[in-house]
Each structure stands twice: as C-alpha cells, then as structure tokens.
C-alpha cells in the first residue's frame, strides 16, 4: 500500500532527519511509529504528504509515487491521505459538522467549501461518521466547547470522510488524559479494521502502542533501528531506540489488560459503524 524507497531528508541548516529510509506498510496494518524526540518521526510522516518536501528517495501508495507528482497531481494524490494532527488543527469558530465537511475540499473546492455549498451525500457522511466517534449530539457545537478527546474525534471524522486509503497520524494522545489516550488509539485501530486502513502513528507512549498497534517500527537518528512485532519490543531493543534505562516498567506484560476501558469507550463512542463492505464511504479531502 505504502512504500518508502531510500527516503532521506537533510534541512538547510545540515541537520539530517532521515537516512535513508525503507519502509512498506500492506493495507489494514496499523503501525506506530516510535523513538526519542529529533529521530524523525514527524519529518517521516510529513515526507509522505510532502508537507516537508524529502531531500531523496521515492514515495509509493499502491503504484502511484507521490515523490514525483507535480504540485497539481499532489494535491489531488492527498486526497488519499489522511492527516490526524496532534493539536486538532480544527477551526475554532466553525461547528464540529463544518470542521468535518473541510475534509472534502479536495472534492469540492475552496468556493463552494466557503459558502458552505456541500452535496448532500458529503452531509449525510459527515452525519454517520459523527455518529460513528460518538459525536452525533455535538454537530452544531463550535469546536472551540470541545474537550480534547472530543476535538481529536473531530480530527478523525475529518479526516475520514476524505475515503482515504492510508492515515498519518501525528501524536494523537499527546495532549490527552491517560484514559482518554486509550479511547482514541482503540478508535482508530477499530476504524482502519473496518475500513481495511494503511496507518503510521507517530506516538510516544510505548504501552499504548504495544497496545493497539499491529507493528512498531523504532527510529533513532533518522535511522529505523527496530522494525517488528509489538511483543519484540524488550528491554535491549528499548535501549537501541532510546538508550540505556530502566525499561521493565515500560514494558507491556502479556496480562496487562488493554480493553480495561472498553465499557467506556461504548459509552462514548456509540456502537460500531458500518464496515467498508456493508457501506462505502463516500468522500475524500
């Protein structure tokens, strides 16, 4: 689905963030991407996106590589990539239903998003998702009277309701509670097995990703230093992506009970939503 090519990245100031990267991510894989602050881990989402423009190397989703696209062909390929942001980047004044529909103005285009002019498909969606993260009561609430747990499920419908093929999620709990952390991650792992999602999340909680995700990739130095299963992440790779430490307390344990929340979770989320087979969504952004 996704796949990096000798991805490297050197800022004007000489500061490499990214060396020579490989990476292939299949489709419905959930991957967290961990390592210390400096290693390069929000440089390698944004290269995808080219946000941040890499220095070399090539990137692929499915056949396409978006290393090469021109600027107008790039905009149309982010239609295909969702971005969930660590600080929301929601538009404070605008409603949580309008905060979800600007993820279709690779669709609609920037008039017609302006003047609120959405098809009626493209509303009904936003409606479902909504329903889908729990926020189905909040549509007409402004995004600044929201929690943080709320606002990030904004983030997520948003970025959903593009139909994307792959999500690049940048640090979602960062500025959530321990519980609420919780609740986003098995969000998101739950929305990209229903909708056979591609998922980079760069995140610093090591128990949460062992947690939730199906694969860990470590980065150190812009190198990748660890690339396997969540139950390989012992104590000396912990040291190889971070240095020496005491990590037995950071170490998830087979009896650590990662759906403690989960009663919760249904409290807040509402139940499941539809799968991609059952209904196909309907947008992109």
Same mark, same amino acid.
């Given at each position: 689905?996704?796949?990096l090519?000798?991805?490297? *990245?050197?800022?004007?100031?000489g500061?490499?963030?990214l060396q020579?990267v490989?990476?292939e991510v299949?489709?419905? $894989?959930?991957?967290?991407l961990i390592?210390?602050?400096g290693?390069?881990?929000?440089?390698?989402?944004?290269?995808?996106?080219?946000? +941040?423009?890499p220095?070399?190397?090539?990137v692929?989703?499915?056949?396409e590589?978006?290393s090469?696209?021109s *600027?107008?062909r790039l905009?149309?390929a982010?239609r295909?990539?969702?971005?969930?942001f $660590?600080?929301?980047?929601?538009?404070?004044r605008?409603t949580v239903?309008?905060n979800?529909?600007?993820?279709?103005?690779g669709?609609?285009?920037?008039?017609?998003?302006w003047?609120?002019r959405?098809?009626?498909?493209? +509303?009904?969606?936003?409606f479902?998702?909504?329903?889908r993260v729990?926020l189905d009561?909040?549509?007409? *609430?402004?995004?600044?009277?929201l929690s943080g747990?709320q606002r990030?499920?904004v983030g997520i419908?948003?970025?959903l309701i593009q139909?994307?093929?792959?999500l690049?999620?940048d640090?979602?709990?960062a500025?959530?509670?321990?519980k609420?952390?919780?609740?986003i991650?098995?969000?998101?792992r739950?929305?990209c097995?229903?909708r056979?999602l591609?998922?980079i999340i760069?995140i610093?909680d +090591?128990?949460?990703a062992q947690m939730?995700a199906q694969r860990i990739?470590?980065?150190?130095?812009?190198?990748?230093?660890?690339?396997g299963?969540?139950?390989?992440?012992?104590a000396?790779?912990?040291?190889?992506?971070y240095?020496?430490?005491?990590? $037995?307390a950071t170490?998830?344990?087979?009896d650590?009970d990662?759906?403690?929340a989960?009663?919760d979770?249904?409290? +807040?989320?509402?139940?499941r939503?539809?799968?991609?087979?059952?209904?196909?969504?309907?947008g992109?952004?």
């Amino acid at each position: 689905m996704l796949r990096l090519e000798g991805l490297h *990245k050197r800022y004007p100031t000489g500061d490499v963030a990214l060396q020579s990267v490989d990476l292939e991510v299949p489709e419905g $894989q959930v991957m967290a991407l961990i390592g210390p602050s400096g290693a390069g881990k929000s440089t390698l989402i944004r290269c995808i996106n080219r946000l +941040v423009e890499p220095t070399a190397g090539r990137v692929f989703i499915g056949d396409e590589e978006v290393s090469a696209l021109s *600027k107008r062909r790039l905009r149309r390929a982010r239609r295909r990539m969702g971005m969930i942001f $660590q600080e929301y980047a929601l538009v404070e004044r605008l409603t949580v239903m309008e905060n979800v529909l600007s993820g279709r103005l690779g669709y609609v285009g920037f008039w017609r998003s302006w003047a609120r002019r959405f098809p009626q498909s493209d +509303v009904d969606e936003a409606f479902r998702l909504l329903a889908r993260v729990g926020l189905d009561e909040m549509v007409d *609430k402004r995004a600044d009277e929201l929690s943080g747990g709320q606002r990030q499920r904004v983030g997520i419908a948003r970025a959903l309701i593009q139909d994307p093929a792959l999500l690049l999620v940048d640090e979602p709990t960062a500025s959530l509670d321990p519980k609420t952390s919780r609740q986003i991650m098995r969000l998101i792992r739950e929305l990209c097995q229903e909708r056979r999602l591609a998922a980079i999340i760069n995140i610093h909680d +090591v128990a949460l990703a062992q947690m939730f995700a199906q694969r860990i990739v470590g980065l150190r130095l812009g190198e990748i230093v660890y690339d396997g299963p969540t139950d390989g992440l012992d104590a000396a790779v912990l040291t190889e992506i971070y240095g020496e430490e005491d990590w $037995q307390a950071t170490i998830r344990k087979d009896d650590d009970d990662a759906e403690t929340a989960d009663d919760d979770d249904q409290a +807040v989320t509402g139940p499941r939503g539809p799968t991609l087979d059952e209904e196909r969504m309907a947008g992109i952004g």
